[in-house]
Structures are given as C-alpha cells and as structure tokens.
C-alpha cells in the first residue's frame, strides 16, 4: 500500500460524499442513507489522518465501512437498535485519530487538539461567507481538516524519541 | 316499394321501445335550458334528449395510457318522441312556449313533427313536466334522422361564444356578483313494491333535522336553481320524485314555501329547476321519492346548487389551483384521430361562476409542438379541438410550421392557450355523479399518420375561485348573525393539486379558522416505494407551534428515539452548537437527525415574512395516507392578506433519505376575514362539505 493509493481511496471517498450529499441536498437522511454517509465519512477520516503516510490494512478499514452500514440498515428490522448509533458515531469521529496517534501521525494529544481547533477555526472562518448546504459544509470541513493536518505536520515540533515500527491494528 | 315495408316494420320495432321512438338529429341548436314537448294525442309529454358522444382514442396523462373516452360537441342527441306525436298534430302549442318543426326520415319516408320548445316548463297540477337531459355513451343505432327545419328564434350555434379567454378573467374584485356552485348530498335509497320515502341527507355530523323534520338539507341563503340529476337502478313505475323548498325561520320553525314534483325518470338523467325562493331567508330542501318498484330499485339523487352572491370582501372567496406536469412526448400512430386529457382534478365546491356560464377561472393549456410523418407534398393545417369536462369548448386550425415535409415529417407549433371553466360542464359533471371533477382535453387531427409525436414544454394550470360556503353576501354586516357571520370554524382557503405523470396523485388544503392553522395533505402514488415523505409549504402567515396528525391521530415520538436525541443533547449539546462546519459537528448532526427523524415530525423556519413548514415523514413509521400540520397563528391579529408562496414534496428514495423536490409556485392569495367579522354563531358547515369538513376529527376541534 503506498501514499497514492492513500491519497486515491480518500479522495474517492471524498468524491462519494460529496455526491452523496449533494444529492440529499437539503433533504433527510434515512438510516440506510446515514449508514453509507458515515460510513464514507469514516473512510474520508482515515484518508484525511493519512493523507501524508501510509493507510494501515486497507481491507480492515473498508471491512469497517461496510460493517456500519449493515448496522444502520438494521434500525429498520428493529428501530430501537437505533441507540447504537451513537457508539458508532464515536467510532467514526475518534478511531481515525486513534489509528493515527497509534501509526505515529499524531505526535502527542496536543497535536491532536490543535488540528481540532485549527481546523474548526478555519472552517467557521471559510464557511461564514459560503451557503449553509450539505455538500458546501463537507466540502469546507474536510479541505480545512486536511489544510490544519498538512500545517501542523510541517511546524509542529517532532518530540524527540526513537523510531519504532506501528503495530498493525 | 314491398320490400322497404318490411324493413321499415323492423326499423320502427327496434326503435319504438315503450311508447316512444328514438330520432337522432345530428348538426342541431344546443338545447341547454330549454324544455320540449310532444303531442302524444292527449297531452303534452316532455322529450327526453341524450347527448350522443364521439369516441376518441385519449392519452390519459395522470395514468400514462391510452383509452376510448366520450366526447360531446351537444349538437348531436337523440330525442326520445312519443310514438303517437307522428301521427296526431297538436292543437296549438301552449302559451309560453315556440312551435318548432322537427323532420324525421327513415329511409326514403319523411314526417314532420311538431315541437312545443321554451325555458318554462309546463305544469300539470302540481307536478311539473320537464325535460331530462343526459349525457349517452353509445352511437346512435336508430334509423330515424331528424332536422329542425324552423326553430322559430335561432338558438345561437354551441359554443359560439367560446374562444380563448385571459389570465385575468379569474379574478374576483369586491362589488361583483357572482353565482356559485355546490353540491347538496344525499344517500342512496333502495325502494321495493310500493313506496315513499325521502332521501336520506348525507352529513358527515349527523344532522339530519331541521326545525323538526327529517332529512331537510339546509341550502342557505341567496339560491337560484337546482341541476337535479337521478340515477334509477332497476325498475319503477309511476314513480315521482318531488323537491319540498322550506323557509326556515329565525324561531326555528319552517315554512313550506313550494314543491317541484316531476317524473322519476329512467336512468341517468339530469334537469334544471329554477326556483325563486325568497333571497334573503334561509331555505332547506327535502326531496321525496314516490311509486311502485317490482323488485329491488335503488335512486341516487346529486343535486348541484347555484347561488346568487355579491362579494363584499375577498374573504368571502378561496382559491384552487391544479396543475399536471407535462409528458415529454406522447406517441402515437395510425389513428385518425387523437385526444391528451389532463386530471381529472378535485374539483371544490362553490365554484364562482358568472351571469354568462363561464366562471372566474383560467385553464392555462400550454405551447406545445405537433410533429406528423407525412407522405404527401404539402403538410396539411392541423385541427385542435379543446374540451371541458368532456363538453366542446373551442378549436383552432394551426399551420405547419414549414409548407412542405421535411425529412418526411410536418412540424406544428401549437402556442397556448388559456380556457375557462364552464359552470354548465361543471354542474353537470355534479348532476352525473362525478363529484364536479374537472378534465381538460385537446383533441389533435392526425389523418392516420403513422408516426405522431407531441411535445409539452410546460404544465397544465387550472386556478379558479371559489365562494366560501358559510359567508352570506352581507356577512361584515353585525346585525346578521346566523350562520354567515362565522368564520371560527375552519375554512377550507386554499387548495393545491398535482397530477404527477404515472405516479403521483397529490391534494394540499389550507384551513384556517381564528385560532388555528391546518395545512394538510394526502396523495396516493402508484409506486409504493415512492411515496411522499415529506412536504414543505411556504405561506406568509405567521405561524408557530406545529403539530403533526396522521389522519386524526397525534404523532408521538418513540422511547428510543426520545432516549437517544436526549443522549445527544444533553451529553453533546456542545459538539451541535459547533454548527455545520467542522466534522465532528456534520458527523453528530446525521447522527442527531436518525433520532429526530424516527417520527413524523414538523417545524417552521421563517425568512423575510416567509414561513416554510415542513412536515418529514418518520422512517420508522409506514406511509400515512393524510397529513395533517397543526398551526398556531404567531401574532394575536393575523394579516388579512396572506400569499401560498410555494409547496414541495419529499420523495422517498427508500430507504436511503428523504429528498425535498424543487419548489411548485403556487402564488395563490389568501384573504381572510376582518376582526370585526369573528361573530359566533352556528354554521351549517356540511351544505358544501367538502368545503368545510374532513373526515378527521382534528379539524372539527
């Protein structure tokens, strides 16, 4: 697995997304449409977290895409599983983060608070001017994550330790 | 000459069935509001007339597909004469009415018959004879032929006066009178041996007594004249139907005023009653049914009844608009002949008519272009006929847009064109049974040309005004009270309807009353797995506080959902306020929204005085077969002029989202009555009920 192939899984993901919620437009999502935008979105976390490595076992995190779509298709079999949304929801917003801090693309918690706050400071102060849609808020939202991840990777201070190999998860 | 007699033996005992022989007159005057009669040797006998239609092969837009529907041009029928008026001329022709002379021919033989024609009709003690009209479904097979050869004041040629009208022709102004329409309802009665009886009143609450008699329907005020239609099933003889017209007084009594007795005709039929009660009372009605039925017979009564209103205020009147998307193409080959038909559409009570039978109405038919396979030299002009209900309207010639074929096909651009509602189709559309539906058709001369295409490049688009029924003419006057003077019931003010193609069946009503809002909705869809799951209007009333019913039962939000929304914004309320534009915030908010969406649920925004409510369909829950969103007005005082800006509809692509459709412009005003007019007072809500009720008790609160 290399970087382009990184770089190619995000940003088809990215491209589903955005045409996914363009679509929706101002509409609502349905379990099963949720379960697919989550679904992308976690896999457009990942790209994001690796834009600049390596994505760990490619097949695993695809594995985990689909697994979160079956689960929201199943709020139809038995609506109240639909509580189990919100643990999948951490699962998408904090794993990616988790996987980066344990593939060593995060140096330290406040690496990862900084890209927080200086991604949600850029993407308040990029979309103020820009339509409240869907797509525009995807669309601002990740390019700022990735522009804080990018930034951040270039001036943040490498602590200094010794080189060890990521476990694979 | 032997051998035609046998002949015309055979042709007279097809045709002469019970008394009376059939005679088609093709090319005729229209006979709308006359009244004819025959001499049978003794008396005069009224002539019934059956309207005889033309069969076209009709693409039915809503439906997408082809069928034989019926249409009338009304100067074809046949008339039902009594045998003995050919061979005995009458004495004199009664006072009031015309001579006019009709020759029939059969066959090489010709007779003249003498007619007794006038708009009054001729009254035998108490029992009035008139001429039932009806509207036939098959070709005429009789051998007779007939011709009038002198009506005495040549009735103008139908639809003479018909052409294109304008967009503004709808429009009502204050100070005009107008005459609307609407249905009184009755119930079936299944009759055996002798009987007499009186139509059941047909209301939704159960009232069916006034001033301590049964089945009265209360009329109202200001009435003019009945279309009566009845529908016999089965057999009876010496049967008489009788309308029984009641004053009811201010002490809650009534007084008879008159009664109009007639002979219960065969079935499906219609006439026209003119009375002349006294305008400013109120008058109920009871119709009587009498005589003797061999077996089982069952008589339907519609009477559609037309008013006389002087429009004080715009809010005595509501507005209706419907519209049908349009095909991209419709093809057909190898017919003569062929029709497009749009609706039917609800068609409302209280349609506003005018003094001169059209109504304050436009039908918009939009440009559409024509293309014809063409073999010939020279591209022939194509003919386009417009009806109404059925009922001719206008036609028009359109020339090819290039003399000759090209690429072996005529090409025709046909611009629109804006129509009318005729009170007389719609009041006979009530007479028939069919509710005052509205459909719309041009007809097309193809000359079997094997390849014909139409293109549309717009929507159908029907508007037109409708009086609101609780409202007499003086309601802003205080010293009336009964029933006129309320307006805290709800009151049907606008309506929407949206004839999809092939899948979609929509109906949107606004109900307003002083204290509360209600937008409602109810559709069927032929594709189950697209049914509306969402809709949003736009209005400029201030609204709040919306609730949403399926049907009459209230939406209440699951355990689960209720649980896990509360989880998300007690525990998170945090990563929501951080808006739409970080991730976390996007991720949390679809999240949110499987809970808050679980449901039906409803909300308004508002912008610029524009308040969008939108109702969403829960996942959760099945398809609800009526909408119902429950408003409050925002401000003590709403305006008394509001505006329906738009509607739009969510269209389930299941089960994946619920997606809202771009805006329908509706941009139908909405006036409501002053503060000075909130009187309360009991309305006799059910004469025109699908104005003023539902079937759900929602609405009656």
Redesign the interface.
């Known amino acids: 697995m290399s970087k382009l192939m990184s770089r190619f899984l995000f940003l088809i993901s990215f491209l589903f997304l955005l045409l996914f919620s363009y679509w929706v437009g101002d509409g609502v999502l349905y379990p099963l449409g949720a379960g697919v935008f989550l679904a992308l979105f976690y896999l457009v976390l990942v790209g994001v977290v690796f834009f600049f490595h390596v994505i760990p076992n490619v097949r695993r995190r695809v594995l985990e895409a689909a697994v979160l779509v079956v689960l929201f298709a199943s709020f139809y079999v038995y609506p109240p599983l639909a509580l189990t949304a919100i643990p999948a929801l951490f699962f998408v917003l904090l794993y990616p983060v988790y996987l980066g801090w344990r593939h060593g693309v995060f140096k330290d918690l406040t690496h990862i608070i900084l890209w927080f706050v200086l991604s949600a400071a850029m993407g308040v102060a990029l979309s103020w001017p820009l339509p409240q849609t869907l797509w525009i808020n995807i669309l601002v939202a990740v390019s700022t994550a990735l522009l804080a991840h990018y930034i951040l990777l270039k001036t943040y201070p490498r602590p200094k330790r010794q080189h060890q190999k990521p476990a694979t998860t | 000459m032997l051998r035609g007699i046998p002949l015309l033996v055979l042709a007279l005992s097809v045709a002469v069935v019970a008394g009376y022989v059939e005679v088609y007159v093709e090319d005729g005057p229209d006979l709308d509001g006359l009244h004819i009669y025959a001499w049978d040797g003794e008396e005069w006998v009224p002539v019934g007339v059956t309207y005889v239609p033309e069969y076209i092969d009709t693409y039915i837009t809503a439906v997408g597909q082809w069928a034989q529907m019926p249409y009338y041009n009304m100067s074809r029928y046949i008339l039902q004469i009594p045998r003995e008026a050919f061979r005995r001329g009458p004495p004199r022709t009664p006072p009031g009415l015309d001579k006019w002379t009709l020759e029939v021919q059969n066959g090489t033989s010709k007779v003249a018959v003498e007619l007794a024609v006038g708009r009054t009709p001729i009254t035998k003690e108490n029992l009035t004879l008139t001429t039932w009209y009806a509207l036939g479904d098959k070709p005429p097979k009789t051998p007779h032929r007939g011709k009038f050869i002198n009506p005495p004041r040549s009735p103008p040629k139908n639809n003479e006066a018909a052409g294109e009208a304008s967009t503004a022709s709808y429009a009502i102004s204050p100070g005009t009178t107008i005459y609307p329409i609407g249905s009184l309802y009755f119930k079936p009665v299944t009759v055996s041996g002798s009987f007499s009886t009186y139509m059941p009143v047909d209301t939704p609450v159960g009232d069916n007594m006034l001033c301590g008699l049964l089945e009265m329907h209360w009329v109202g005020f200001e009435v003019q004249n009945l279309t009566v239609g009845v529908k016999v099933s089965g057999t009876i003889n010496y049967g008489t139907l009788t309308l029984e017209f009641y004053n009811i007084n201010l002490d809650g009594t009534c007084t008879l005023i008159t009664t109009y007795s007639t002979p219960l005709p065969s079935s499906g039929r219609w006439t026209n009653i003119d009375v002349q009660p006294p305008q400013n009372s109120q008058i109920g009605i009871r119709i009587h049914a009498s005589g003797y039925a061999p077996s089982d017979a069952t008589i339907d009564v519609y009477v559609a009844a037309r008013y006389v209103k002087t429009v004080n205020s715009l809010a005595q009147v509501a507005t209706t608009k419907a519209t049908t998307d349009f095909p991209s193409s419709v093809s057909s080959g190898y017919r003569d002949r062929i029709a497009l038909l749009f609706g039917p559409y609800v068609a409302y009570d209280g349609l506003a008519a005018t003094s001169a039978g059209t109504s304050y109405s436009y039908i918009y038919m939009p440009p559409h272009s024509a293309r014809l396979r063409w073999t010939g030299q020279h591209c022939p002009p194509l003919m386009v006929y417009y009806y109404v209900n059925g009922i001719a309207y206008t036609q028009r010639s359109i020339a090819p847009a290039t003399p000759s074929p090209a690429n072996n096909y005529c090409h025709y651009d046909v611009p629109s064109t804006v129509l009318q509602l005729w009170a007389r189709a719609y009041a006979i559309s009530k007479a028939q049974s069919k509710g005052g539906e509205i459909t719309i058709s041009a007809a097309y001369d193809v000359r079997r040309s094997p390849d014909v295409t139409i293109f549309f490049n717009d929507n159908l688009e029907i508007v037109y005004h409708r009086w609101i029924e609780p409202f007499h003419s003086n309601y802003i006057d205080s010293s009336r009270l009964k029933p006129f003077g309320e307006w805290g019931v709800m009151l049907l003010r606008s309506t929407y309807q949206v004839l999809g193609l092939t899948n979609l069946n929509m109906t949107s009503e606004i109900r307003i009353s002083h204290s509360q809002i209600a937008l409602s909705l109810a559709h069927n869809q032929l594709d189950p797995t697209r049914h509306i799951c969402?809709a949003e209007w736009a209005i400029t009333v201030p609204v709040a506080g919306p609730r949403v019913y399926y049907g009459n039962r209230w939406i209440e939000e699951?355990w689960?959902?209720r649980?896990?929304r509360g989880?998300?914004l007690n525990r998170l309320g945090w990563l929501i306020a951080?808006?739409?534009?970080?991730?976390?915030s996007?991720?949390?908010n679809?999240?949110y929204?499987?809970?808050q969406?679980?449901s039906g649920s409803a909300s308004v925004t508002s912008s610029n005085g524009v308040y969008t409510v939108r109702w969403?369909k829960g996942?959760?829950e099945p398809p609800p077969p009526t909408v119902v969103v429950l408003l409050d007005p925002a401000s003590s005082s709403p305006s008394q002029h509001a505006e329906w800006k738009y509607f739009r509809e969510?269209h389930?692509?299941?089960?994946?989202?619920?997606?809202?459709a771009s805006p329908r412009d509706v941009n139908t005003n909405i006036y409501l009555p002053s503060a000075g007019a909130r009187q309360w007072a009991l309305a006799k809500i059910w004469t025109w009920r699908g104005q003023t009720d539902v079937a759900i008790g929602v609405l009656r609160s």
């Open positions: 969402g699951q689960w959902a649980l896990g989880l998300l951080l808006g739409y534009n970080t991730v976390v996007i991720v949390v679809v999240v929204n499987i809970f969406t679980a969403i996942w959760a969510g389930s692509a299941f089960p994946w989202a619920c997606i809202i």
